[in-house]
């Protein structure tokens, strides 16, 4: 057969989510019989909680389990949510695969877990991701990371970026809207700052386009478990900008 990907409602969530549970744990339900409506012969989730419902599925399938942990499961990242620890645990023991994204992921598993995790690194479309003819006129940054995620700092990003205005006046900064833009200012990053454009870059083709025009892309986020984004920015030629931490 072929590879299906199983895109499910999403169920309410917001009561777990602001008692400090991991998101998509309501979806544990739907993805254990959406996989027994199925003749699947493997499993893959990419989130600790899907690994849950895939694993049960396994004891009345017989089939293989993976799960690509995402994150990095160092002290703050199994802690982050509440039984973050537990979930994590339980796919470690009865997944038949785990896979970090970066040897530093990887190094993480050893570290605080004691499981040595297979690492296979994200891969770039290069027909979506791809240099453009020219840059903007106006020196442009570009940065799509969450910003209502605190562990990204856009906030620092928009502070460094006033500074970058003092030099050059007519410079922007494009930043990923979110849904609503007090998760911005919740997460400390100043929306009303000079030069800040808010653009829809959950779009592929919008964010490889600006991606490719930018002068630079800045990812100031803490602790990536690889940095996909700025890969994807490499691959459109446009020099980028991160923390040295993480993967």
């Known amino acids: 057969a072929g590879l299906r990907v199983l895109r499910l409602p999403r169920p309410p969530q917001g009561r777990l989510l602001r008692r400090g549970y991991e998101p998509y744990l309501t979806h544990v339900p739907l993805t254990y019989f959406a996989l027994r409506g199925g003749a699947y012969q493997l499993a ?25 942990y995402m994150g990095v499961p160092d002290f703050a990242g199994v802690r982050e949510y509440r039984r973050g620890l537990e979930h994590l645990q339980a796919a470690l023991e009865h997944c038949d695969a ?23 690194s994200p891969g770039v479309n290069l027909t979506a ?7 903007t006129a106006n020196p442009t940054i570009v940065c799509s990371a969450a ?86 920015a490499l691959a459109c030629g446009t020099p980028v900008v991160g923390l040295a931490r993480g993967g």
Do not use: M
């Not at 896979?99 to 040595?116: C, P």
């Open 129 to 135: 991701f791809l240099p453009a003819s020219r840059r």
């Open 98 to 120: 785990v896979v970090a994204l970066s040897r530093y992921a990887a190094d993480a598993f050893r570290d605080w877990l004691g499981y040595e995790a297979r690492v296979i």
């Open 147 to 232: 910003v209502g995620v605190a562990r990204k700092h856009v906030g620092l990003l928009v502070d460094a970026f006033a500074l970058v205005r003092q030099n050059h006046p007519d410079a922007e900064l494009i930043l990923s809207r979110p849904r609503n833009l007090s998760d911005a200012a919740r997460a400390g990053v100043d929306i009303t700052a000079p030069g800040i454009r808010w653009l829809d870059l959950d779009n592929r083709a919008e964010l490889a386009r600006r991606y490719a025009e930018a002068w630079a892309v800045a990812l100031p986020a803490q602790d990536e478990a690889f940095g996909l984004v700025l890969i994807e």
């Open 44 to 68: 893959h989730a990419t989130h600790p909680p899907d690994a849950l419902a895939a694993t049960r599925w396994k004891r009345y399938s017989g089939a293989p389990v993976i799960l690509s």
